[in-house]
């Protein structure tokens, strides 16, 4: 159920990623009145990575207690983001079983090529029904690996959560859910239904028991219990406070980025980045792209993957400015569009969007004597731009919004190189670290205008001389994958 009845108070929000656990409390007006953080560990064994739940419930406990001696108001909810496709294994008592095998294992290569073969339709059903690609990171190969691999801890096992906020809820409340968002990444649901798929878990072997270990579905602002006496004295938060479901972290992302129709765009410039979008189908016929069930809004959430950001402006940096961000800035600025004809293919670590080639790697093309180091750098960050408006390109809604986020948006000029090469208005946030928070809360309180309200920004209007010089470079770009692809 969803209740938004009453008026004032704070929400507590939490966000479990995988480095830590943070915490803000926030009032009606969308501000931050408190906030802490606590970091995570994590355990890797070769390619296998895991993390400890009880360590996560832990930190959170920390993170809670330091956060609400300053609440000076009743908390009105709590509500949380968390990472998502994990398999956290429960037993009756929910009390894990073993340490929780993270998104990032790809242990169940093999489990997956055999779910390909069991399942009738193969690879490409599964793709149509899930939304995204059968892999051995995704949990439901992983739970086939348990069972195989570690008979006795499946055995004890009763319940199996997706993402690590849910692990705290259910310590919190006493409850086993997940949200549709991150259970999209479980591999086990029909992302078009929001329900668990019987016959994929039946092609799996794990009909009877994935039955009754799968977390009851929900949407993210749906109330899902209430804290625990016994979890109360332990954090803090008053007993009876409401729980909500919450969101895997990249749809909270998304959500807090302002995209929830078609037409709205958000990149993310990490050391890798994305695009996000929402549209009324799962994205399945573009390279690498994953899809969530949205929950907060009709649609489902679209993200490509792009792993060429801002691990190329770090190169680029380190390379031809001794890593000094300020001095790269100043070279950029006396950089023209264009770079004076050096154009780069900025594929440093392959790519998968929107080209999928693993092996490829970067080039620069077009210097001559002539070429400065300003060239060079500025060429750099105009080659991941035009690698975005490739990718674009192949989206179906025109934009209508494109915001930034992500490291890279504090380069003023890389900002402003975007909005020429796309041609389009690009928003940065003045305050995108507290807008996940904020979002969490809007859902709490019922007012999604909180989001907008707090994410102020500066919008780079694109230059249009500017824009004219990228669609004759665009048209350059186009040829170098072709033409370079095939070299080692």
Known sequence: MTEHTETGGLVATFDAGTTAIKGALVDREGRIVASASGDLGLIIDGDRREQDPDEWWRVFREVARGMIGAAGGRIRGVIMSGQMQDVIALDGNLDPVRNAILY?????????????ERHEGGESRFLHTVGNRLEGCLPLPKLMWMRAHEPERFARTRHVLI???????????????????????????DIRTGRWSAELCASAGLDAEAGRMLPELHNPQDRVGAVLPEAAALTGLPAGTPVYAGIGDAGATTFASGVTRPGQYNVNLGTSGWIATVSPEPFTGKPGAANLRFGVADGFVNAVPFLNAGDVHRWATGTLADGDYAAAHALLERSAPGAHGVLCLPYLVGERFPVMNPTVRGAYVGLSPDATRADLLRSALEGVALSIRQGMASFDAAPESISLIGGGARETVWCQILADVLDHPVRVFDHADILPAVALASLVFGRPE???????????????????????????????????GGLR
């Open 104 to 116: 990032s294992d790809g242990r169940a290569s093999r489990e997956a090529a055999a779910l390909a």
């Open 450 to 484: 909180l989001v907008e309200a707090a994410s102020g920004g500066r919008t780079y209007e694109p230059d249009p001389a500017a824009a004219r010089v990228y669609d004759g470079v665009f048209d350059r770009f186009l040829a170098l994958y072709p033409a370079l």
């Open 163 to 189: 993402s690590s906020k849910d692990y705290l809820i259910a310590r919190l409340a006493g409850v086993c859910v997940g949200d549709v968002a991150a259970c999209s990444t479980a591999g086990a649901m």
